[in-house]
């Protein structure tokens, strides 16, 4: 972890307190059907119009930091994000499906500047590690944060909790406006050569990581299950919410005992075949809730499964992406990435939902093949023309050299 400046230290410090007062995404659906009194649907409407926002800011805003530079689109959107939640308690309903969309679209630019600012910052080679960072930090807060919103909410107010979500936002903004340069190894800006390729040309020109971002997609949807489906199976199987929350736990607890060592550990390891093995992992998991009847025994194995595969390929496939980007399209090619992920956590609940619905015994199975699949499609994509295996340290022996 030497490599890494203090500059992404403190990055990912305050992703730790931005993450710790991000209450929305547990309690917003309460908040809605409760102190708003709206109808499921209406909620339902409001939370989808947020999801697509947040989506689209995903896809966007890598174009707008390599345009208007990453650190004033970071700024830009933690302030759109921070004023847009903490004005929603005293907005009017109909206020709320223009606002609330708006304010996760803030929310959304931010990831692909952010993801940009720490490949400028940390050194090629240990990108990795610089991920892996910023996930173990956000992991540590987002694991404090839904305990501390359900204390805000029972002493004070629903309300209380998205103006808490917006000061943080805002108050993320003015810290980093002075922790990051405005120029220096942050390349706030990066003037594209004349001739330099676009973004599809440069896609078309590394198919590695082309296939990457459609497992990716893949990979999260499946992943994105134990959200969604997983507590309705264990219900429907005689299993308390309890069980659910416990399995939610050792997931979090793992990330965050075991990433950045393990991270640190494989820094020397060509990046492509720990990516697969992740994913190929999380499709395993899932293929082990079809084993019998052993349900909490089965349930507990597919989390410790689960939680291995996310360890193993969201790090190194963010980093794999960032080594793999030209300078000049650096936040696009996150653009790219936080997108295709954040499309997974968008389509997980409406398809695992119908399948489900339509054939439970069909979508554990489904999951396994389709983790498997992504899996093998990434092992084999080093072997494809302008594959490059940057992601690992430059002493590390990698697949490409050896084929």
């Known amino acids: 972890m030497k490599d890494i400046p203090k500059v992404v230290w403190l990055l990912a410090t305050g992703m730790f307190f931005v993450a710790a007062v991000s209450f929305t995404f547990v309690y917003l659906f309460v908040y809605l059907t409760g102190p708003r009194g709206l109808s499921t649907s209406q909620a339902g409407l409001i939370a989808g119009a947020g999801g697509i926002g ?15 530079g990453h650190r004033r689109t970071l700024i830009t959107g933690m302030v759109v994000s921070g004023l847009g939640l903490a004005s929603l308690p005293v907005l009017p309903t109909g206020a709320l499906a223009i606002v609330f969309p708006l304010a996760q679209y803030g929310t959304g630019i931010t990831r692909a500047s952010n993801s940009a600012l720490i490949a400028f910052s940390v050194p090629e080679g240990s990108r990795r590690q610089g991920f892996a960072l910023l996930r173990f930090m956000a992991n540590l807060g987002v694991t404090i944060g839904p305990p501390l919103g359900a204390l805000i909410a029972t002493t004070t107010s629903y309300g209380w909790l998205f103006v808490a979500d917006g000061l943080g936002m805002l ?21 594209a050569p004349a001739d330099a390729p676009g973004l599809w040309a440069a896609l078309r020109a590394r ?11 893949v990979a999260d949807t499946i992943y994105r299950q134990q959200y969604s489906t997983l507590p309705v199976f264990l219900s429907d199987h005689g299993i308390g919410t309890g069980v659910y929350g416990a399995l939610i ?36 998991g899932f293929g082990v809730l079809s084993a019998g009847r052993w349900y909490i025994a089965t349930a507990v194995v597919m989390m410790i499964l689960l939680t ?4 193993l390929y969201k790090s190194p496939s963010t980093a794999y992406v960032a080594d793999n980007a030209p300078d000049h399209l650096q936040g696009r090619f996150q653009s790219m990435y936080a997108g295709a992920s954040i499309s997974g956590v968008v389509l997980a609940a409406p398809l695992g939902g119908v399948l489900y619905e339509s054939a439970p015994g069909a979508l554990w199975p489904l999951c396994a093949v389709l983790g498997i699949a992504a899996g093998v499609v990434v092992y084999c994509a080093h072997r494809l023309p302008g594959e490059r295996a940057a992601a690992a340290e430059p002493d590390a022996v990698t697949a490409t050299s050896q084929s």
Do not use: Q, S
């Open 308 to 311: 291995v595969g996310d360890i």
């Open 54 to 68: 947040m989506v689209a800011g995903n896809f966007t805003g890598g174009w707008f930091g390599d345009r208007f």
């Open 249 to 284: 736990a050792i997931n979090g607890g793992l990330v965050i005992l075991f990433e950045l060592p393990v991270t640190v550990a494989l820094r020397r390891r060509a990046p492509l075949p720990i990516i697969a093995l992740g994913m190929v992992l999380v499709g395993a």
């Open 207 to 217: 198919p590695a990581v082309l296939l990457l971002l459609v497992a990716i997609l």
């Open 171 to 191: 108050a993320f903004g003015v810290y980093a406006h002075f922790i990051l340069p405005a120029n220096g190894n942050h390349r706030e800006k990066t003037r």
